[in-house]
């Protein structure tokens, strides 16, 4: 049995957070959540013992970062000295995924994973296509980049749900792979599911999941068998969703219909699946995402870096789609900007403010994003629930004298002091436990750039 003493904690359908929370739990898993009562009394029965770890702070139940390439933060920093867009800074990215093996992509995920668990992060949702070996040959074990994933995920402390990505094509018309993309093809996308099917980590950190890169990467005839294996294994679907309008025009060009009418009509849309991005659906396509309980994850210090477009929140909230958020290109590794990226953009482009409120931000950071990621035990500071807890200093430079319901919208991942993950402490005073991030990221990343 462990206990934690939280100074305030943000309870499931609560507008802001509690003062005084005792939270126990064993075995992983939270036994008892009870607000004491006039600040430090017990409720009678209840026995506050003196090895309580203490929590100064706000505890919020664990972040899930439900859309990531481990990769992609060897590319911090990289891509801001000139012009350019997505597509340009998508040449740098392949120059990078053109380096890695197993073993540097385990070094360099582990030290991402790291960050992320320093940042509050105690689940990722791991977007993963960099399957193959140079030119396109499989490695003696044909999930050993998946293998290294997990590993890395292991070492830092943090839950995985790898999203096995199939990524056939190079555009919406069906051109071959070329170059390194050719690492993530698997051929077709029954030969991916044979692969991914050999495929099953074994560990109570990790769960496996789907993914259609895009409607560019996936042809329409083979939509299907995607969706197919997900549903039948019980798994998420994830797919990249009109990131760019191009991709809009691409699909119109070649099948007369949006990229989420193509979706829709390949039975890929549904309550257990997420579209990454919605940057530039049309309100039919808002609809349809809506209607079929499809969710959305959002990604905007990425859509903002990539200078993608700020995408229909509040809409696609209303239309009937459960939000996630993502940090994805690791340009920023921080969910308090991504969520309070969500109301900020919003406010950008509609000239009024006040579209989300802090639970509602909460609520996408947490349990949102856990069930995105096939985790419907997490994300929630209740009993049954996975023992995840993320405190937040408020005392900080950034935080002294914030309302604790202020503090989505101050924090940042530099203000998280203590990580629990399933009842173990991987953070503390702000210090990885077993890893040491900046060190890793160093070396990780001179390995891939120089
Ligand atoms: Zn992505």
Request: aromatic share 6%; charged share 20%; hydrophobic share 45%.
């Amino acid at each position: 049995m462990t206990r934690w003493l939280a100074e305030y904690a943000w309870l499931p359908d609560h507008a802001e957070p509690t003062p005084d929370v005792l939270i126990e739990a064993e075995g992983g898993r939270i036994t008892a959540v009870t607000p004491l009562v006039g600040g430090g009394a017990a409720p009678a029965g209840v026995e506050v013992l003196g090895d309580a770890v203490r929590l100064p702070g706000l505890t919020l139940p664990g972040l899930a970062n439900a859309h990531s390439h481990a990769f992609h933060r060897a590319l911090r920093g990289r891509t801001h000295g000139g012009r350019g867009d997505f597509w340009s800074w998508r040449d740098v990215m392949y120059d990078v995924a053109a380096r890695l093996d197993p073993d540097s992509y385990l070094a360099l995920a582990r030290a991402a994973y790291a960050e992320m668990a320093l940042a509050g992060i105690t689940c990722v949702g791991e977007f993963h296509y960099l399957h193959h070996g140079s030119e396109g040959r499989p490695y003696a074990d044909p999930n050993a980049m998946s293998a290294a994933l997990v590993e890395a995920a292991a070492h830092a402390g943090i839950r995985i749900t790898l999203l096995d990505t199939a990524y056939l094509t190079a555009s919406v018309d069906g051109a071959e792979l070329a170059g390194t993309q050719r690492r993530f093809g698997d051929g077709d996308a029954l030969r991916w599911a044979e692969r991914v099917d050999a495929f099953r980590p074994e560990n109570d950190h990790a769960r496996l999941g789907a993914a259609i890169h895009s409607v560019r990467a996936v042809p329409a005839e083979q939509l299907a068998t995607v969706a197919g294996w997900a549903d039948r294994n019980g798994v998420p679907l994830h797919v990249h969703l009109s990131e760019q309008p191009a991709e809009n025009d691409a699909c119109r060009a070649v099948h007369g219909c949006s990229p989420t009418r193509l979706l829709a009509d390949h039975g890929v849309l549904g309550p257990h699946t997420t579209a990454v991005h919605a940057t530039h659906p049309t309100s039919a396509d808002v609809a349809l995402l809506g209607e079929s309980r499809t969710g959305v994850c959002l990604c905007p210090t990425t859509e903002r870096d990539l200078a993608d477009g700020i995408g229909p929140a509040r809409r696609m909230a209303e239309a009937g789609s459960p939000l996630s958020l993502g940090s994805d290109s690791h340009a920023v590794v921080d969910l308090f900007e991504e969520a309070r990226a969500v109301e900020l953009d919003e406010r950008l482009r509609t000239r009024k403010r006040g579209h989300f409120s802090a639970a509602e931000l909460v609520t996408a950071a947490t349990v949102g994003g856990h069930a995105a990621l096939g985790w419907g035990d997490a994300g929630r500071l209740s009993v049954g629930d996975r023992a995840d807890l993320v405190t937040v200093r408020l005392d900080s430079a950034r935080t002294a004298g914030v309302p604790p319901v202020g503090a989505f919208f101050t924090a940042t991942a530099a203000d998280v002091t203590h990580v629990v993950v399933d009842g173990r402490t991987v953070v503390a005073d702000g210090r990885h436990l077993t890893v040491d991030v900046p060190a890793e990221l160093h070396a990780a990343i001179r390995e891939v750039t120089s």
